[in-house]
């Protein structure tokens, strides 16, 4: 769904602390969304739910399908840019999707990763509207603050 790859793009840009990206992304994610309520909600665990594999017994996960956040946990991974990936971080995209939608993950990500870079060059800031509208929705707009609540925790 569009709502999922922005979620995506979401999580890409908190990773690489790109918070004018992220909250464009969240902007466009709830504005593309039948249930803006339910998105904010989906938007305030994104990104707990794409470290879910990480560790830690606290993550929330709450509002997303196996699928939804195999693609999350996906999008997570990409933002690393590892030369090589450990297969139970690919695994639960591999289990949920088939070979063209691992292709469709896969763009949502790079395209994610490609704006972040110009974002990060060009330095424009967030739009006011978009802000406006994650404030409306009480969703956090600091990927400092989001990364720091999502830092794993041991058991």
């Known amino acids: ?3 999922l790859r922005h979620l995506m ?5 908190i990773e690489k602390g790109l918070d004018a990206v992220a909250i464009d992304e969240a902007a466009m994610a709830l504005l593309s969304s039948d249930d803006p309520a339910r998105t904010a909600l989906r938007l305030k665990a994104a990104y707990s739910a794409a470290k879910s594999l990480e560790g830690g017994t606290d993550r929330l996960v709450d509002g997303f399908s196996k ?8 999008a997570w ?3 690393q840019v590892p030369l090589e ?11 949920e999707f088939q070979d063209v939608e691992i292709i469709h993950l896969r763009t949502t990500c ?3 990763s ?11 800031p967030p739009s006011n509207d978009a802000l406006a509208l994650l404030e409306s929705h009480g969703v956090e707009t600091s990927s400092l603050t989001i990364r720091a609540q999502n830092r794993t925790r041991s058991k």
């Open 1 to 3: 769904s569009s709502e």
């Open 9 to 13: 793009a979401y999580v890409v840009a």
């Open 67 to 74: 699928q939804e956040r195999a693609a999350l946990i996906f």
């Open 77 to 79: 991974i990409s933002a």
């Open 85 to 95: 990936t450990p297969k139970r971080f690919v695994e639960p995209a591999l289990t």
């Open 110 to 112: 790079a395209m994610a």
């Open 114 to 124: 490609l704006v972040g870079r110009t974002a990060a060059v060009l330095r424009n």
